[in-house]
């Protein structure tokens, strides 16, 4: 391969010769032309050596060819000092709910409490309640009972959710009962009664079979044993009359009641763990108060050999009979 060299004399005398390209390339660049279209007969707008002499365009108007294309040429903006004053628009803002966003600050609240802030806490959702009532219009208890209850159920889903914070819940729950008796007294009474209803057609659900019906009855089983948690620290406070060691003593009897009446059928074997899970927890906090008064019932339990009483079941009451 050979290397052609030219100088700058030779360039320019290349540039003015009537060189034209061979017919075919032509043809196929008015091909290309036509196919994008673009006429033969538009103004060249490049401006070198070779054409510095060609019309030029100031305007910015766009100017109409013969085949409908619009060749545009761009114009700078004129300058100008004129001011003009900025057009303000009003902002719009969604419309809040202040009861949602007051329960939401109590949510937070809750899911950050410990020790160490749980008066500073409860100050806080005794400021927030207050401002619900506040904002209900005198004499309106329909809707007062509704929004008290929204509040109720959101405190009570949290005090509910995990164990290892039974204590400081059952302090919240206490305090705000107290506070606010006329309404969720009355409230957490109605969970008590759904509570101990929930110990009722526990049944076993195989995972194999139906995993998002396990995962529910999971789900349930670890919330009546939160709860179980919740009430007895409550009963350990002796604060709230609605749940004091006595009403445990009750609880504690009625489960052992339905206990004996469904060992006898063999569906009945999750019913029965599951009320003896939750014996098992109430006695982790009145051991001492309790064990004597149903002793000769754990040692009945503990000897049975009943088609609804597992052995793992029994084995618990037999723990029950030896400490």
């Known amino acids: 391969m050979t290397t052609k060299t030219y100088n700058i004399t030779e360039f320019e005398r290349i540039g003015r010769t009537d060189y034209s390209l ?13 196919f994008v279209g673009y006429a033969e007969n538009t103004q060249n ?4 050596q070779y054409n510095v002499n060609a019309p030029t365009t100031t305007t910015s108007s766009y100017q109409k060819k013969s085949n409908d294309n619009m060749v545009r040429t761009i114009k700078k903006p004129k300058e100008t000092n004129e001011w003009k004053r900025p057009v303000f628009h009003a902002t719009v803002f969604a419309e809040v709910n202040d009861t949602q966003a007051i329960i939401n600050d109590i949510r937070v609240g809750l ?22 009532q506040e904002s209900i219009d005198f004499g309106d208890d329909c809707e007062l009972t509704e929004k008290m209850q929204q509040v109720f159920d959101i405190i009570y889903s949290i005090c509910i959710s995990n164990k290892m ?9 206490t305090r705000l009962c107290q506070k606010y008796n006329s309404h969720f007294n009355q409230m957490l009474d109605t969970k008590i009664t759904e509570y101990l209803a929930s110990m009722q057609n526990i049944v076993d659900v195989n995972a194999n079979e139906n995993y998002d019906a396990f995962c529910e009855s999971t789900a349930k089983n670890t919330t009546r044993k939160n709860i179980t948690n919740l009430f007895c620290e409550i009963a350990k406070m002796g604060e709230y009359e609605n749940i004091q060691v006595a009403s ?11 206990i004996f009446d469904s060992i006898e059928l063999v569906e009945k074997q999750k019913e029965v763990e599951e009320i003896t899970e ?3 927890i109430i006695f982790s ?3 001492k108060e309790l064990k004597e008064l149903f002793k000769p019932m754990f040692e009945q ?6 088609p609804g009483l597992t052995s793992r079941t029994r084995f618990k009451y037999m723990d029950f009979v030896g400490k």
């Open 22 to 34: 061979p017919e075919n390339v032509l043809v196929s660049i008015r091909n290309l032309c036509s």
């Open 45 to 48: 707008t490049y401006i070198n």
């Open 111 to 132: 899911n950050k409490i410990k020790e160490s802030n749980c008066e500073e806490n409860i100050a806080m959702f005794i400021e927030k309640i207050d401002k619900i």
């Open 165 to 173: 914070f039974s204590k400081i819940y059952a302090t919240v729950l």
């Open 248 to 258: 445990i003593v009750k609880m504690t009897t009625d489960m052992l009641t339905q």
């Open 278 to 280: 939750n014996i098992v």
């Open 285 to 287: 906090h009145f051991n």
């Open 301 to 306: 339990l503990s000897s049975l050999k009943k």
